[in-house]
């Protein structure tokens, strides 16, 4: 049997076979980040916010977003930690607000109070049941003297005050819609009543996420569509969270992190990879808009930001250390 012939050595048939990782550290451009946090619930997790907060604020993010429980039941932890990013930040924060369980009037009340803070970008969400009607994939029933659905809700904020408004999409299909279709014409919906960019729930099908995005720009709709992503390190936590929002998890992903339960190190490795990878393919495919759960933890993110190129824009300053500050 004849070998296979030898590659010829000549430079003219030399080989350059590169991911889309490194691909991204050839680019000369910058994306635009965001990043979602949640308000705390405890001392400790105050310091984790905050030092969350304080890694990846040089980045610069477009906005940083910071939830609201289910029936308003984080309202005034979300309103003071929106209040502190004011107060001792730069940073735009885009306060979330949602309609679930309350009243017009105790929504309204919230605008106000947001854009006398200072707040000028909300995140206009229907929000989920509270837990005490079934929680996040529980059956939703409207107040009969509350806003009845995000449309409603982005229609009131931007009678109220000038805000820029952001909603939500789900390139996936959200639980309660009959198809795509009527989602689109959700947002279609949204748009006429003032929203002016949409950020994704988190997914892991690309390409599920890019036909979606067509099927949005053929009808018409124009607003901005950032993908949501989400570092995933607790695949456990991340299966549960999916069934709930009917995000598929793919048989790849599964194989992953199988048999990680004991070895976080090894799952952070392989969630900075899955997310870099999924970001830098998107970029290709012409997105510079990237809006990323942190989970209020900063490291992972702050890697992949750091894969798209995203830099900070003044250096950190060097901590102090115990000797030079005595």
Not at 114 to 129: A, K, M, N, Q
Not at 212 to 218: G, L, M, Q, T
């Amino acid at each position: 049997m004849t070998p296979p012939a030898s590659p010829s050595a000549s430079p003219s048939h030399a080989r350059r076979v590169i991911g889309p990782v490194a691909r991204a550290g050839e680019r000369t451009d910058r994306p635009r980040v965001s990043f979602e946090f949640f308000p705390p619930k405890t001392e400790q997790m105050e310091q984790n916010l905050w030092a969350a907060i304080n890694r990846l604020a040089p980045l610069d993010p477009a906005f940083v977003s910071v939830t609201y429980g289910a029936g308003g039941s984080t309202r005034e932890r979300t309103h003071r930690t929106v209040k502190r990013i004011l107060d001792e930040t730069s940073l735009k924060p885009a306060a979330h607000l949602t309609c679930v369980g309350a009243s017009r009037a105790e929504v309204d009340e919230v605008i106000r109070e947001y854009w006398e803070t200072g707040v000028r970008h909300v995140v206009s969400l229907r929000g989920d049941p509270p837990p005490g009607e079934g929680g996040i994939g529980g059956v939703y029933a409207p107040r009969e003297d509350g806003y009845r659905n995000a449309t409603e809700l982005t229609a009131a904020l931007r009678a109220i005050a000038p805000f820029e408004v952001m909603v939500g999409v789900y390139p996936e299909k959200h639980p309660e819609s009959p198809s795509i279709a009527h989602d689109i014409e959700v947002l279609k919906a949204k748009v006429d009543a003032g929203a002016t960019l949409a950020i994704s729930q988190f997914f892991f099908d690309t390409d599920a996420f890019l036909r979606f995005v067509d099927k949005v720009r053929a009808a018409g709709i124009t607003i901005p569509i950032v993908p949501g992503v989400m570092p995933v390190t607790n695949f456990k936590g991340l299966v549960k969270m999916s069934a709930a929002c009917q995000t598929a998890v793919p048989g790849w992903l599964a194989n992953l992190f199988d048999g990680l339960d004991e070895d976080a190190d090894t799952r952070r490795l392989i969630a900075c990879s899955v997310a870099s990878e999924m970001c830098a393919k998107l970029q290709e495919q012409g997105f510079s808009d990237f809006h990323f759960y942190t989970l209020n933890r900063a490291d992972l993110v702050y890697a992949i930001c750091r894969v798209l190129g995203v830099r900070e824009v003044a250096p950190a300053p060097s901590p102090i250390s115990a000797e030079a500050a005595a």
